[in-house]
């Protein structure tokens, strides 16, 4: 019993979880945010009594739509969806032709500073407007017609392309582009043998996924009138033609979700590659 003394009163305390000082600048933060949320929700003079019949509404609506779609006009509404597609694909085509290359001048070691700056910045412009506010503008000049559409979108994906781009080229391990570098590579060599190559499936998925993008915004851009399914979709919604309007989003979904499911399957292989057997 006294061998075991000495160890006892050496015994190490318990852990003990030091305090957080609680800084007073969260809670300022929280109640700024409490009076904004508050502030937004008072001043959009929401009509609360009319909640409680909006269950009914949609589901009125729902019925009218999907209850007896008129399948007659599925041949028109299926060419329209193909307008939208090709406005999609000319959109997504030109977007990169022009993305690409202003992107990989953007990365980082690549373009000096001052261009550098001046292309990451046009490209948060870019992106900070949506395509339907593009059109708009580009209608001005070229009118009503999908080409207004294919131009809106590859404006828009400028400014996404070119950032997912060079944030893509500034991720490739430095290994190759110092030897292309040191065995005395121009800086178009340097990023076509060690830059490319490893960046190459990246860019790829990105194009996909872009298109998969624009298929959904060229439907919204025909709410304007440049041609497509959504200016079919506008167009029987404002004579409350609800058969016809539940028939084409049918198309537009089955559609959509189709396009979607094979270019995300071309994505994974090719970012994956083939599975070994």
Do not use: C
């Amino acid at each position: 019993m006294t061998a075991l003394a000495p160890r006892a009163a050496h015994r190490p305390r318990a852990l003990q979880v030091p305090s957080r000082r609680r800084s007073p600048w969260r809670a300022i933060a929280a109640v700024i945010v409490t009076v904004v949320v508050v502030a937004a929700f008072w001043s959009v003079q929401i009509s609360w009594s009319r909640l409680a019949d909006l269950p009914a509404d949609i589901g009125r609506y729902l019925w009218l739509m999907f209850s007896a779609p008129e399948w007659s006009k599925l041949p028109e509404a299926l060419w329209q969806t193909w307008r939208s597609i090709e406005m999609a694909w000319v959109g997504t085509v030109l977007g990169i032709l022009l993305a690409t290359p202003l992107s990989l001048v953007a990365a980082r070691g690549f373009g000096p500073l001052w261009l550098r700056a001046a292309l990451r910045l046009v490209f948060s412009v870019i992106r900070a407007v949506p395509e339907l506010i593009i059109a708009i503008i580009i209608l001005s000049v070229t009118g009503l017609t999908p080409l207004t559409g294919a131009l809106a979108l590859a404006v828009n994906g400028i400014g996404t392309l070119g950032k997912w781009g060079y944030e893509a080229v500034e991720a490739v391990p430095p290994g190759p582009i110092e030897a292309a570098r040191a065995a005395g590579g121009s800086t178009a060599q340097v990023l076509r043998w060690g830059v490319w190559p490893q960046a190459q499936p990246v860019f790829l998925s990105f194009w996909l996924y872009r298109f998969e993008i624009n298929v959904r915004s060229s439907a919204v851009l025909g709410l304007i009138g440049v041609g497509g399914i959504g200016d079919m979709l506008t167009s029987y919604t404002q004579y409350r033609e609800w058969s016809t309007v539940g028939m084409l989003l049918i198309v537009v979904i089955v559609v959509t979700m189709a396009i979607d499911a094979a270019s995300g399957a071309l994505r994974r292989r090719i970012m994956e590659g083939p599975r070994a057997r």
